[in-house]
Every structure is written in structure tokens, then in C-alpha cells.
């Protein structure tokens, strides 16, 4: 069986080869793209979001007869990439973006120079992924009860990462300590990549981390995992319990990863991409190689994805005011 990391190398690897000699899109007249596309990324290469990116690039490029490129723009939680979508005025740019950027900044940062609802048009939700709680393997816990107990006894001396504040690994650990009353100090990073490195090394203790990014370090006794946010266990780590039946409940949530458009783009343009994004997660390759790498393909359309992000705005946005969490650097 393939594991996840290969998936991703093998995803990633269709993602880069070169597009189909066919323009079917302007073979039907359709004149956009009239030049190369850029797909900002706002995180690094190898995170989740590229790895979607790249995902539905090589099949836009094959569809509209354009190289669709994806460009890395990590910092600030994702919000400089995404802020680069939002007031792009080339008509030739997209973006690959994941929960903070696009539901909680505008609660995290007062002066965020976009507004998500405004400044960008949603064109789908490509893939949401379970969560897992996982802790450095010296760490003397084996499941949630003991990781709160343990937490408990030491308050203000362990630390957790994640790639953001905002993030959902970082609400869905501010969730967890609000509900069992913990002290754990936060530490954010560009991308989940160095995050990992850290926890594999010692340098954090703890940290939610979408289970494409970590099952091949809990695979390998690098990493510990305690229990998944998603409502169900998932097939790729049967034997780890949900929160809720760690002793949890009403926690479930998921890490997503969303395209969108600056909101000028014509909202024909956006309905053709939010098409052609369902159609390319949709090959049996690529839909097979993100669901092995931990991913559930979602590809919605643009009204339902826009749906979507109010109500994660409303749900986390609400819990970052009433704790009065801050942005960190």
C-alpha cells in the first residue's frame, strides 16, 4: 500500500508534469486565460495547500491551454499570500488558501489589509482533512486524558505548534485548552513542514496537525497521535479515537483548503474554474492519491463554498472574540 508521504511525492510530481498539447478552452472560444495564470500559495512548498494547488494546476493548465503556475508566498499565517489574490489586478491570478486566512484573520488582525468577504470571490472548497492531536513520543501520555492530566500538572511548561494563529490546528488546540482549562504556550510557523521537524525533535511537545502531514512520523514511532477532530475515525488511523471518544464532545472540525479569486474576476470565469476544480480532483488518480494522503475531496461550487466560510467565520470567529485571542507573530 502506498503510504501517504509517496502519495504526496506522486501527486505533486502529475501536478508538475507538463499540460496536455490541447487547449480545449479556447478550442470552444473561450478567450480566458490570454497568458500564464499564477496560483499563490501562502505557504510553503510541500505544505497541504501546495500540494492542493498543484493538485488542480496541471489539470487547469490541460483544460485552458495556459501554464498555470503556483508561486509560494508564505508569512503572517497565510495572509500575505492571500492579501496578494485579494488586490491582484491582472485577471491572471488565483489563490490556494486554508481556514485562518479566509474566515478568522479578519477577527485576529485589526488593520488585515483585505476583507475576505469582500476582496475575494470564493471559487471551491477543494479538500478538508481530519486534525491529529499528536504529542512528541517522550512525552509520558498515551491518550487525551492522560495529555490533560499531565498539562494540568505542569502549567505554562509545555508548548504546541501550528501554522498560524488562526490556523484551524490552532483553534482547535485553543478549543481544547479553553474546555479543560490548560496553560500551554503557542508556537506558530510558516508551515506545517518545520512544525513536524520541531515536534519529531523535542523542541514542542504537542500540536493538531492535519493527518496527511503526520501519519508517516506516527507511522514510524516519531510522533504519538491521541485522537482525530473529524466525526468518525478515519481509514488511514482506525485505531485512534475521536475527540469525542477521548471524552471530548461537540469538538469535531477540519483543516480545509479553499480556491479562491480576486473578487473582480467575472463571475463566469469563477463558475469555469469552480467546474474545472471538480472535474480534476475528480480523476481517479488524483482523487486516489489525496485520499491516501489523508484528504476527503469536497469540490464544491462557488455559492456553497461561500456559505461555507460565514459559517466557519461565524463558529471560530466567535470563539477567538470571546477568549480574546491575539494575533502572534
Not at 494540568?152 to 481544547?176: Q, R
Not at 485522537?227 to 468518525?232: G, K
Not at 471518544?245 to 477540519?254: F, I, K, Q, T, V
Not at 480532483?281 to 469540490?299: D, I, K, Q, S
Amino acid at each position: 500500500m502506498q503510504s501517504p508521504r509517496r502519495a504526496l511525492f506522486a501527486l505533486a510530481a502529475a501536478a508538475a508534469a507538463p499540460a496536455s498539447a490541447l487547449p480545449p478552452a479556447r478550442a470552444q472560444g473561450v478567450a480566458w486565460p490570454e497568458r500564464p495564470v499564477r496560483i499563490i500559495v501562502p505557504f510553503p512548498p510541500g505544505s497541504t495547500p501546495d500540494t492542493a494547488g498543484r493538485a488542480v494546476a496541471n489539470h487547469f493548465a490541460s483544460v485552458f491551454g495556459q501554464p498555470f503556475v503556483v508561486e509560494n508566498r508564505p508569512g503572517a499565517g497565510g495572509t500575505i499570500g492571500t492579501d496578494a489574490v485579494a488586490k491582484a489586478a491582472d485577471g491572471h491570478t488565483l489563490g490556494v488558501s486554508i481556514n485562518a486566512p479566509l474566515s478568522t484573520a479578519k477577527a485576529l488582525y485589526p488593520n488585515l489589509p483585505y476583507d475576505p468577504s469582500k476582496d475575494l470571490a470564493p471559487v471551491s472548497l477543494l479538500v478538508r482533512g481530519a486534525q491529529m492531536l499528536v504529542t512528541h513520543p517522550g512525552l509520558p501520555v498515551s491518550d487525551l486524558p492522560g495529555f490533560i492530566a499531565h498539562a494540568k500538572a505542569n502549567p505554562g511548561k509545555l508548548s504546541y505548534g501550528s501554522v498560524g494563529s488562526g490556523s484551524g490546528a490552532h483553534l482547535a488546540m485553543v478549543d481544547l485548552l479553553a474546555r479543560a482549562g490548560l496553560d500551554i504556550l503557542h508556537v506558530p510557523y510558516r508551515g506545517f513542514p518545520q512544525a513536524t521537524l520541531d515536534l519529531v525533535a523535542g523542541r514542542i511537545e504537542a500540536m493538531f496537525v492535519i493527518s496527511a502531514g503526520i501519519l508517516p512520523q506516527v507511522q514510524s514511532g516519531q510522533a504519538r497521535a491521541l485522537a482525530v477532530t473529524a466525526e468518525a475515525r478515519i481509514p488511514q488511523a482506525p485505531a485512534v479515537p475521536t475527540l469525542a471518544e477521548a471524552g471530548l464532545p461537540d469538538a469535531a472540525s477540519y483543516a480545509w483548503i479553499g480556491l479562491v479569486a480576486p473578487a473582480t474576476m467575472p463571475p463566469a470565469q469563477v463558475a469555469r474554474l469552480s467546474e474545472e476544480a471538480k472535474r480534476g480532483l475528480g480523476e481517479p488518480g488524483t482523487r486516489a492519491a489525496l485520499e491516501r494522503a489523508g484528504f476527503e475531496v469536497v469540490a464544491n461550487g462557488p455559492d456553497e463554498f461561500a456559505r461555507f466560510i460565514a459559517a466557519e467565520t461565524d463558529r471560530w470567529g466567535g470563539l477567538i472574540t470571546r477568549l480574546g485571542i491575539k494575533a502572534e507573530a
